[in-house]
């Protein structure tokens, strides 16, 4: 086990998704963790699933679009260990943005910029961003 990793960690996976110059985020719907916070779509990684099987599924669930996994972009692990996040690059295949309630009250699509200066968007996005910024230069 990693070192930073508690025993009952949460092993995720968020999806970067983009058009142009934005990326689709949504708002966490009242039901889920972090209500009301911005964040690129994901979720967690259930039994026999691979990381790219997950954010599939997450991303059909939560805004009803049909993608493509892509490569691994980043790992993050929160502070206490209970908490383990990959960002993913995906492609959009198809499907109509259709928000599911019971997880997604909103989505837009934003730019790095709007991702940056948005008070709502979960922290960890952000060194995300500084990553992957810097990967692409």
């Not at 689709?24 to 911005?38: D, F, N």
């Not at 492609?91 to 599911?100: C, M, P």
Request: charged share 25%.
């Amino acid at each position: 086990m990693n070192p930073g990793l508690s025993e009952n960690c949460v092993f995720g996976v968020v999806g970067v998704l983009e058009q142009g110059d934005r990326m689709l985020m949504i708002q966490r719907s009242e039901l889920v963790l972090a209500p009301g916070k911005w964040c690129f779509p994901g979720g967690t990684i259930e039994k026999g699933e691979t990381p790219a099987d997950t954010i599939v599924r997450e991303i059909r669930e939560e805004v009803g679009l049909e993608v493509e996994a892509g490569r691994k972009l980043w790992s993050w692990i929160r502070e206490d260990g209970q908490l383990n996040l990959e960002w993913w690059s995906v492609r959009l295949l198809g499907g109509e943005l259709e928000l599911n309630p019971k997880e997604v009250q909103a989505a837009k699509w934003m730019t790095e910029q709007e991702i940056r200066s948005h008070s709502g968007v979960l922290p960890n996005n952000i060194p995300f961003l500084d990553h992957y910024r810097s990967e692409s230069n």
